[in-house]
């Protein structure tokens, strides 16, 4: 950012203006997101996160009109997260539960992260009727991505036929529960457990008969 | 209950009394944890919940001394109804997989239901450490027994090998989650959502080699 020494064009210095608001602005998203996660949206409040960010309260007003509108735009960074990660693997090459087993693993490192956390736990109910309207659609159309994922997996023969909702609902609730009562100070990694997780959910909590099940597959989900 | 008329025996009243408070006490615990999970802990007032019973909030005060006991004594219905019905199974014959199965079955039933809900929607966040200290106890029992019975399970070769509180875990969040997006008015009943998030859960995302498994247990998971 050699920029913002150079005054020899205010363009630059503009565009420097820019990214420090931004940079700004996603401190300021970031520390709310940590904030609510610890104590709740209710409990949260712009007082303490101006404090927290060691700036005034005016400030974040700069950025921001509202506690709410501060939730509104965590909630779309987190859901944007969950989106980027199904993208990936709409447009990658291998089998739909190879590809699914990717956004598990994606998904487990979002929702322990601070937006997903927020995304997951706050949720949408605090949000104005209009903004939970249009937090709803993008969520729904992440949903959707997901299930047309399983719906390949279940297509190619990798994923036992199901209802996609359903499996979209029970991988996202096992791994959403996960993050509920891990403490990075624990005995297991957030890896070891979402490892873990993800393989009972491949191969069920009833045993199998590895012999009967072929190694490529076998393979794939023990990944 | 004709004893609210029978005045020879003062005795009788007595006991009509008390069984009278115990009832009304239930009404104003299950009426709470409806209005809790409508509207959140916060953003639930004394004075709605003694609107939506027809009574004065001192009234209120009369069986409970705050919002926050209130929620307490709901949270322990829930994780009362979890310890019967994992207790049940404990005492009751079969595999442990069949006994967990009917676990999830009832757990299913007791998270729809309103103290269940709470319990997991709502949960412990809003209690003094003193409260929450004790329902984490409770908590913790029952998880306990859960992850012995999943224990029973793995040695009598029902359940997968796998670490018994990420089994439990898996299957808590999983039928969880479901709640968050069940409305009684969709197009599948709860039943028919649980049955096939259980058969999920017990077969495993990845197809089996069904000619391989054994009719006996394949019986059992398909409950």
Redesign the interface.
């Given at each position: 950012m050699e920029a913002v020494v150079d005054r020899r064009s205010p363009w630059k210095a503009l565009r420097y203006r820019k990214f420090e608001a931004a940079t700004k602005r996603d401190a300021v998203l970031r520390e709310a997101a940590r904030t609510f996660n610890e104590k709740?949206f209710?409990?949260s409040s712009l007082d303490e996160l101006a404090e927290r960010l060691h700036v005034t309260k005016p400030t974040l007003y700069y950025y921001f009109r509202s506690k709410e509108e501060i939730l509104y735009e965590c909630l779309l960074r987190g859901l944007g997260e969950l989106e980027e990660a199904v993208d990936a693997a709409l447009i990658a090459s291998g089998s739909g539960?190879e590809r699914?087993v990717e956004v598990m693993h994606g998904y487990a490192g979002i929702v322990l992260g601070d937006f997903g956390y927020t995304t997951v736990h706050i949720g949408q109910?605090?949000l104005s009727p209009q903004r939970r309207a249009q937090a709803r659609r993008v969520e729904r159309r992440v949903a959707h991505k997901l299930q047309s994922l399983i719906a390949a997996g279940i297509d190619d023969?990798?994923?036992?036929?199901?209802?996609p909702k359903?499996?979209a609902?029970?991988?996202?609730?096992?791994?959403?529960?996960?993050t509920?009562?891990y403490r990075p100070d624990g005995a297991m990694s957030a890896d070891d457990?979402t490892g873990?997780?993800v393989n009972?959910?491949?191969?069920?909590?009833?045993?199998?008969?590895e012999?009967?099940?072929p190694a490529g597959?076998r393979k794939?989900?023990v990944k």
């Open positions: 709740g209710h409990s539960l699914f109910d605090p023969g990798s994923i036992a036929p199901c209802d359903i499996m609902s029970t991988f996202a609730g096992a791994l959403n529960w996960i509920r009562w457990i873990q997780c009972l959910l491949l191969a069920g909590f009833a045993p199998r008969n012999a009967s099940f597959r794939s989900r």
